[in-house]
């Protein structure tokens, strides 16, 4: 439509004159905004609300919130298939055990939640390295613990399971290691520098799943909140698939064609118990990103970071070709592969470090 619009315009010999005039209105528009319109709805509290009730932006992102949060709760009270917060909870015991003065008694509003959903799970099926984790923690924090009636009651329902004839390793906190190493220095800022957004592919020469899963591995030790690691790596590396998620991607503008294989980088919602924790998801996720990309460079595998601003259709359509929860949403697109030969890179040239960091 606005193709035929821009035709039109340019055979009647109008497009001049309409591109000034939407210019001038566009500017019109914002030095409005910013002389008159924020002033007056930042003065007014209850203006920003009435302002922001019309918008269809934040209305979005309420219900991703909602469908989220009824996720959460759901699976929180089903007590069932909620590795989130068992690994959040567990998380929770663990910084209880270690800590320096640690009390006789803690996590008693949790304790119980969490030896219930261990329990639920396993008896589920679920048998992973979490779980024993998740065992030996829970099985530490009863050790460490003095007895008192929730602690109790949590106790027989937990050794009751008779779990620990499963597993094989063994977790608890450990202490620090030696963490100075010039070697490690200069390899990863060898890493770090090597890295570039490619965007530029060997088309057909797709890296093989066995490293892409070495990748998504040292992107999961990322840290998260709780621990909870509320994303997941959705590799798409059918080419014409791919090429439909990228469709999407504003920004591949002139190089979309030359990428057969994509990442999108899903962030999970209802992992979050709270208003105020709806933005963990961006965070945590855009951190495992950042292993992953150089995870790929260890391994040569080249990649560029592609935008996911907020769009509501896009955002649908998304969810329909990679079969999204109510609650997941892109953080970003990856693309990668193995780099064309030819391929030219742009410098980028980065902040000097009196721009980026300044102390106390
Ligand atoms: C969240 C994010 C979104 C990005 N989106 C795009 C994009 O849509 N198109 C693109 O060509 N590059 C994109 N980039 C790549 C940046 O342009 C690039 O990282 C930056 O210019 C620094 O260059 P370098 O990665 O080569 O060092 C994105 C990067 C990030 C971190």
New binding site residues.
């Given amino acids: 439509m606005r193709i035929l619009v821009k035709k039109v315009l340019s055979y009647v010999g109008l497009s001049d004159l309409v591109s000034k005039c939407y210019l001038a209105l566009q500017s019109f528009r914002e030095r409005f905004q910013y002389l008159v319109l924020y002033p007056l709805v930042l003065n007014v509290p209850l203006l920003s609300n009435i302002y922001f009730m019309f918008s269809k932006s934040f209305s979005y992102e309420a219900k991703l919130f909602l469908s989220s949060r009824r996720d959460y709760l759901m699976k929180k009270h089903n007590r069932s298939e909620n590795l989130f917060l068992l690994r959040r909870n567990i998380h929770r015991l663990e910084k209880g055990i270690l800590m320096k003065s640690r009390k006789k008694v803690f996590a008693l509003d949790y304790i119980q939640e969490t030896v219930d959903l261990f329990c639920n799970l396993v008896q589920g099926g679920h048998e992973n390295e979490q779980m024993n984790w998740a065992y030996d923690i829970l099985k530490q924090y009863f050790e460490v613990t003095d007895s008192c009636p929730q602690i109790e009651i949590a106790q027989v329902r937990f050794f009751a399971l008779n779990f620990e004839g499963r597993k094989v390793s063994v977790y608890q906190p450990f202490p620090m290691g030696n963490v100075g190493d010039e070697d490690l220095k200069s390899s990863f800022k060898q890493l770090v520098t090597k890295?570039?957004?490619v965007?530029y592919f060997s088309l057909g020469k797709i890296p093989p799943r066995e490293l892409m899963d070495e990748a998504v591995e040292m992107a999961g030790m990322a840290p998260s909140s709780c621990n909870r690691q509320p994303f997941e790596f959705r590799i798409v590396d059918h080419s014409e698939l791919a090429q439909k998620v990228l469709a999407l991607?504003?920004?591949?503008t002139g190089?979309a064609n030359s990428i057969s294989a994509v990442v999108a980088v899903v962030g999970q919602m209802n992992v979050s118990p709270t208003v105020s924790d709806r933005h963990l998801m961006y965070i945590d996720g855009?951190l495992a990103a950042m292993n992953f990309m150089l995870a790929l460079e260890s391994m040569n595998i080249s990649s560029?970071?592609?935008?996911w601003p907020e769009d509501k259709r896009k955002d649908t359509q998304v969810a329909k070709l990679l079969s999204l929860q109510k609650y997941e949403r892109p953080i970003?697109l990856i693309a990668y592969g193995y780099a064309e030969e030819q391929s030219m890179?742009?410098c980028?040239v980065r902040k000097p470090i009196d721009q980026l960091r300044q102390y106390n």
């Fill in positions: 890295r570039k957004s965007r991607a504003g920004g591949t190089f855009s560029c970071p592609l935008n970003m890179l742009a980028s």
